[in-house]
């Protein structure tokens, strides 16, 4: 409360400047403070503020001095200054009322009020005098903070209910995990507090392996890793494990999260097809050793084969019955197939071998020796070759015309009953060549397109179309050997797109 003399009772309440030493050195108390300070009559008529208020409202102490204290108070407020001048008529003080006022501008602020009675020493009250502290940064802060607390209740919320959580204490001990970890582990919340982590050890790693891993986090560092499991039942399970050290003021580990996420259907299938990629490359390399031995050691032969059915069906075509003449004809035929097996069974074993040095290739020479070689089946048919431009890439040129040839050659034998249209393009990326070669043939099946790429693997009727199941085999081996890659796009009835990929050259060099 303040307290007043009767005398004084007038200037005092209308701002007059305060009589002897008290008064001024009260006065200048008012002025310093960081707190906006109003006067007001019990009517709630403005009758002083100090150099904060003025600062906090926007306004000047001329051009509020008279006015009615309400002209600071939003209109939803209004009522709240009503009780406050009842509180102070009853010389009752308001203290530390949370509520929100508005400035000169029409900003809201959020302030906390104290109003006390202006009392005369003969017990009259005058009025009152308000102190307003400005919440703004408070509230903000608050604001922030719980933003921030909510912001870390939706991210706890999340690694919940993806992740498996474990807290330990700094020796190892677990203090905390979250249901997704007893799910995977089938141990109970209470089996798993204040163990460690070799309840759940499957034995497959070292011991070097956790080692490594507590040094790691120990020193305060990150650990990132993947872990086999064991569960109480006896399964294995696979984890992808991250385990972050939380540290002390002296930046010593004082306990540690760990946060792991089941990975163990990822890490079957990856042990499984590494395991099926081993085995594959170990029977392509008897493949290709049986290839070569076997197209080796039967040219041979196969050409003395060849030769005789030659000489039969020169001599003796035409001078016994038509069931001789036709077993001539399956015999020359059978034998040019056989001839056409080797050759391709050999041309594949020997691909890695003797392949040339890859060097500058003009593509669009190549392709154009392959057309070329194909003219007297493109004027039979009626077929259309049709080739963009085409770039210098690096390549072994006779294998490049390899690829082409059987691509060429399939688009060509595989065709449909319309005309064949052939399209030949390339398209540069960044470091390498797409091309591409389409047709509007009989097109592949969905069940068959992991078979595309498979030797011996016939996708078409031999007896119809032809063919031995070497060739797209053959020119997916030449595209890896180069470092590029092969795939297909095909509807059938309407045709089909093979791509493939190589390295571009730009003025005789590799971008």
């Known amino acids: ?7 004084n009772e007038k200037r005092d309440l209308t701002g007059d400047e305060f009589p002897g030493e008290r008064e001024r050195l009260l006065s200048a108390i008012i002025d310093a403070s960081h707190d906006a300070i109003l006067t007001k009559t019990l009517d709630g008529i403005i009758t002083g503020m100090n150099p904060a208020a003025e600062r906090l409202y926007g306004y000047s102490a001329q051009d509020v001095i008279g006015k009615h204290i309400s002209i600071f108070v939003p209109d939803d407020r209004r009522e709240e200054v009503g009780e406050i001048l009842e509180s102070l008529s009853r010389g009752e003080k308001v203290e530390k009322l949370e509520t929100v006022r508005v400035n000169k501008k029409g900003d809201f602020i959020p302030v906390t009020l104290t109003v006390s009675p202006v009392i005369s020493s003969s017990g009259k009250i005058l009025g009152g005098f308000a ?13 922030e903070i719980q933003e921030f607390l909510n912001q870390l209740k939706n991210f706890k919320f999340a690694l919940e209910a993806s992740a498996i959580v474990a807290i330990t204490d700094k020796s190892g001990r677990i203090i905390y995990v979250n249901e997704k970890f007893c799910e995977i582990s089938k141990y109970s919340r209470q089996e798993l507090l204040g163990q460690d982590h070799r309840i759940i050890n499957s034995g497959y790693h070292p011991k070097e392996f956790f080692r490594q891993l507590w040094q790691t986090i120990a020193s305060g560092k990150v650990w990132h890793g993947e872990i086999r499991n064991r569960a109480k039942d006896g399964s ?14 002296s930046g010593k580990p004082r306990q540690y999260i760990a946060v792991r996420y089941d990975i163990t259907g990822h890490k079957v299938m990856e042990l499984t097809l590494g395991k099926q990629a081993r085995e594959l490359k170990r029977s392509n390399a008897d493949l290709e050793q049986f290839a070569y031995i076997a197209s080796h050691d039967l040219q041979e032969p196969l050409r003395t084969v060849a030769r005789f059915t030659e000489l039969l069906a020169e001599r003796y075509r035409g001078r016994l019955d038509e069931k001789a003449d036709m077993y001539i004809d399956f015999a020359v035929d059978g034998a ?37 070689g ?54 540069e990326k960044k470091d390498e060549c797409i091309f591409s070669v389409e047709d509007n043939g009989i097109g592949i ?17 031999r007896d119809k179309y032809g063919g031995n199941g070497i060739g797209l085999a053959t020119a997916k081996k030449i595209v890896e050997r180069h ?23 730009v003025g005789g060099d590799t971008i």
Request: proline residues 2%; aromatic residues 8%.
């Open 1 to 7: 409360m303040l307290m007043i003399n009767d005398e």
């Open 131 to 143: 102190i307003t502290h400005d919440e703004t940064t408070r509230k903000t802060l608050e604001n």
């Open 236 to 249: 294995i399970y696979w984890v992808d494990t991250t385990i972050v050290p939380f540290l002390d003021e």
């Open 336 to 372: 040019k197939r056989m001839h056409q097996l080797v050759q391709d069974l050999l041309n594949y074993s020997l691909l890695e071998k003797h392949g040339e040095e890859l060097k500058t290739v003009d593509s669009g020479a190549v392709i154009e020796r392959v057309i070329k």
């Open 374 to 427: 194909h003219r007297s089946t493109v004027e039979k048919i009626g077929a259309e070759i049709n080739c963009g431009e085409m770039p210098f890439v690096k390549a072994d040129e006779t294998q490049l015309g390899q690829v082409f040839q059987n691509l060429i050659s399939n688009a060509l034998k595989f065709r449909s009953d319309r005309q064949t249209v052939i399209n030949i393009n390339s398209e």
């Open 445 to 461: 099946m969905k069940e068959q397109a992991g078979l595309v790429f498979q030797i011996f693997q016939r996708l078409h009727d």
């Open 483 to 505: 470092g590029g890659k092969i795939w297909f796009e095909s509807e059938l009835d309407k045709g089909t797109k093979f791509f493939f990929t190589l390295p571009v050259i």
